[in-house]
Each structure stands twice: as structure tokens, then as C-alpha cells.
């Protein structure tokens, strides 16, 4: 079927076919000329005279265009269409580029900036789909009590959960949301971060990633492990376990899990926002967790340093809901802070807080250090009141960081008790290791 020639024809016979292009945000660059040409003329028709130009006026400002094609399809299919095969085209017209380019020996990393990242920018603005609902109709009225009868079930979870209970009252992290993890540098943003994501995989059981911008994967992979085993990542990055608790460690990693697990996904990318979603659509990520976002280019090639997060906050939002995920990233306090006070507006480089859905502050003082202690305070929080600050274990020897004085939050379901298990067992092994065994 020719689409564009299908869909110029339901515009020029529909009265609502030019409102719902303009609703779903179709733009001209879609097309390929005559038919652009043709599509801006209907919308500057509709916004000089409120309706679309008929078959007669079209023919009139163009009189070689004679591909009237009447269908029964919807309206939004042509959108859906139009867009696929825009995107199809853009992707065969930058590998001819990137093949054009390679063989004239261009040096590769500029191939792959002014290239590929600038072009997969391009698309997924154009390809980009809005949503629309009507809050009044009796089906979004079913839709809302529906919804509100699934959190009932699933006792208020609307999200991917904390380990901490107090926290998770108030604050989860949503899908189609951007989240920040900020501290004072040193403080400990990398190990929270692992927590979170480990902990939302133990409990979801669906794919995660990681993207590691400012440390090797392989530091990454001890953390994991520590919090997983209960053994000190830096003695596991070293070599120099104790002979004990190596043993009972290297059996662990070497049980098969008695439930079938997602992927865990840790990635060491350089490139901008539109790498992470190409490998967020690798992978199927249900969420992703950056480490050290500020590192991550502006694929706007903006210079100004403050403007560059900002943009590149925006860009993961937008990622955020288009994939219907959740995002969560760690930044940096500036000087204005300190290890035990600040609020969003000190975070460094840009202000991206306005971008934020959610964020978490983690604090640690010079006591706090000596008794393995630590503080999350919530900085923002979009969907409910800020919760009093939660007071955390913070014991790194023993891969723990908990909740004082209160048990993991697992959630419901069969996933979660096998995770209440796996807990139990790491509990037991540290305080055995603890008791036993002098790191």
C-alpha cells in the first residue's frame, strides 16, 4: 500500500484525520518530497482556516500529485506506519554513510559522533509517539479503578522497591521515571546504587542494567558480589579473601539458582543517552542504573558544561517514558554541601533537579563512618511528601546496607521469599564470618 499517498488521501476526506496528525505530533520530516511538501501544505491550510484542504485544493496547488488512495484502516495506523518506515530508512541511509565514510579511512570515533549518535537522536525524536486519553470517558474511568485495584493487591507497591521499609512508604522508584542518587564525593553513591539495583532485581525478577561511567566493570562485579555474598569487595578485588570464606564463597558462586533468573546486565559505555537505549532495546532493561551520569556527552554538542547534564537529564526523561521504565542515576554534590547537609539545589554542574521524578540524598558523618552507619534524606519526591530520613547499616567488610533496626523489604510473591531466603543465608554467613574470622 503507498501510506503516504493513503494518509494525504484521509486527510483530504476526514475532517479529524489533520487533528489527529497534529495531536500525535507527525511532522513533515517524515515524509520524503512531494508528499512533504503537500503534508506542510495541510497544515498551514488547517492553521489559516481551521479544517483540512480538500481533494480539489490539493490538486490545485499541486496538479501531478495522482496517488488517491481510499482504505478502511485507522488513522493512528498510518502515523504508526509512517514513522516505522521513516525510521527503516534513516538506519539503511547511516550504514551507506557509515560504510561511505570508513572506506574514504575517516577515523571511526568521529564516524560514530557526527554520524550515528546525532542520526539516532534525529529519529527518535521524529518516531517518538505522545499518548493521549480522554479522563472523563467511561473507559478511563474503568482504567483508574483497575489500576487502583492492583496497587491495593500488591499492598502499595507501584514501583520498584527499596531494601528499606520506611523508605518504600513513600518513595519507589516508578516506571517512566528519573531518579538521583547525589552525594558529597567518596561518600558511597556507587555501592547505594548496586544495592538499589541488585535489590530490584532480586525482587522483580526482570532484566537490569548498569551502566558504569566512572569505575571498570569489574569493580562493579565485587560490589555485587559483596552485597550479594557478604564478603569485602575490596579483599575480592585483591585476590586475598581469608582461605575459609573463600571456600564458602567460590560455592556460592558456583550453586545454580533453583528458580530460573533474569539477566543482569553491566555495561561500560562512553557514548551519549542514545547508547544506553540501544542497549536498553538489546538487553529488553526494565530499568537502568548510571553510575557517574555527569560523564555521559551531550549529543547536542552543547559546550557549556551546565547546560550539557541538563540536556542530557532531559534525554534519559524522555528515555524513561518512551521505554516505560525507570532510570535512576548517581551525581555529585558541589562545594556547598557537605558528608551531612545538602538539598537539591547544591547538586553540581547544572540544575537538573527540575528533571528529577525523584531524589535521594546519602549522607555519612565522621561517626557515622566509625559505627557503620549512614543516612538517605529524600530530596524531592514528585508523587508523595517527603518521609523523615531513613537511618541505614552501612557495614561494606560484611556486604551489608540495611535498614536499622528493621528487616529487608522484599515485597509480595513466590520471587520475593526466594529472596528473603538468599538474605537470610547472607546474614548468616556474615555473622558467622564476623564471629569467626578476622578480615
Request: aromatic share 8%; proline share 4%; net charge negative.
Amino acid at each position: 500500500m503507498d501510506i503516504p499517498g493513503a494518509l494525504l488521501t484521509r486527510i483530504a476526506t476526514d475532517p479529524k484525520a489533520i487533528i489527529d496528525a497534529i495531536d500525535a505530533g507527525v511532522s513533515p520530516e517524515l515524509f520524503a518530497n512531494p508528499d512533504r511538501q503537500i503534508f506542510e501544505f495541510c497544515l498551514s491550510f488547517y492553521k489559516d482556516f481551521g479544517g483540512a484542504p480538500s481533494r480539489g485544493a490539493v490538486e490545485d496547488q499541486f496538479p501531478d500529485f495522482d496517488r488517491w488512495a481510499e482504505s478502511t484502516e485507522p488513522t493512528a495506523w498510518f502515523f504508526h506506519e509512517i514513522r516505522r518506515t521513516y525510521k527503516q530508512q534513516q538506519l539503511l541511509r547511516m550504514a551507506r554513510e557509515i560504510a561511505t565514510s570508513l572506506k574514504k579511512s575517516e577515523d571511526p570515533s568521529d564516524v560514530l559522533e557526527d554520524t550515528v549518535r546525532k542520526r539516532m537522536l534525529e529519529i527518535d525524536s521524529l518516531t517518538s509517539e505522545s499518548t493521549d486519553r480522554e479522563w472523563s470517558s467511561d473507559e478511563a474511568r474503568a482504567d483508574r479503578i483497575r489500576r487502583y485495584e492492583e496497587i491495593k493487591k500488591n499492598e502499595g507497591v507501584v514501583g520498584l522497591i527499596t531494601p528499606f521499609p520506611t523508605l518504600n512508604a513513600t518513595f519507589q522508584f516508578r516506571t517512566e521515571g528519573l531518579y538521583i542518587i547525589v552525594a558529597r564525593q567518596g561518600v558511597g553513591k556507587t555501592w547505594l546504587l548496586c544495592k538499589l539495583a541488585h535489590h530490584a532485581w532480586v525482587t522483580d525478577n526482570k532484566p537490569v542494567m548498569i551502566d558504569t561511567r566512572e569505575m571498570p566493570i569489574e569493580q562493579i562485579e565485587a560490589r555485587l558480589d559483596s552485597l550479594t555474598h557478604g564478603v569485602p569487595s575490596d579483599q575480592l578485588v585483591r585476590g586475598d579473601l581469608d582461605t575459609t570464606v573463600e571456600a564458602k564463597w567460590r560455592k556460592a558462586m558456583l550453586e545454580k539458582s533453583s528458580v530460573p533468573l533474569a539477566p543482569f546486565h553491566i555495561i561500560e559505555e562512553t557514548g551519549g543517552v542514545s547508547s544506553d537505549a540501544a542497549k536498553m532495546e538489546k538487553y529488553n532493561a526494565y530499568s537502568l542504573w548510571i553510575d557517574g551520569a555527569y560523564m555521559i556527552p551531550d549529543e547536542r554538542g552543547t559546550f557549556e558544561e551546565w547546560k550539557q547534564i541538563t540536556n542530557v537529564c532531559r534525554d534519559l526523561k524522555r528515555l524513561a517514558k518512551r521505554t516505560k521504565t525507570a532510570i535512576i542515576i548517581t551525581l555529585q554534590f558541589n562545594r556547598q554541601a557537605s558528608n551531612t547537609e545538602g538539598d537539591a539545589s547544591n547538586i553540581a554542574l547544572g540544575d537538573v533537579a527540575k528533571e528529577a521524578d525523584g531524589i535521594l540524598g546519602l549522607f555519612r558523618s565522621e561517626d557515622q563512618k566509625y559505627n557503620n552507619r549512614a543516612t538517605i534524606k529524600v530530596l524531592k519526591n514528585r508523587h508523595a511528601l517527603e518521609c523523615d530520613p531513613v537511618e541505614l547499616e552501612w557495614d561494606l567488610d560484611a556486604g551489608v546496607i540495611k535498614e536499622v533496626d528493621r528487616p529487608t523489604d522484599f515485597g509480595q510473591g513466590s520471587r520475593a521469599e526466594q529472596a528473603t531466603t538468599t538474605q537470610q543465608e547472607q546474614t548468616d554467613w556474615s555473622s558467622w564470618s564476623q564471629g569467626d574470622i578476622k578480615w
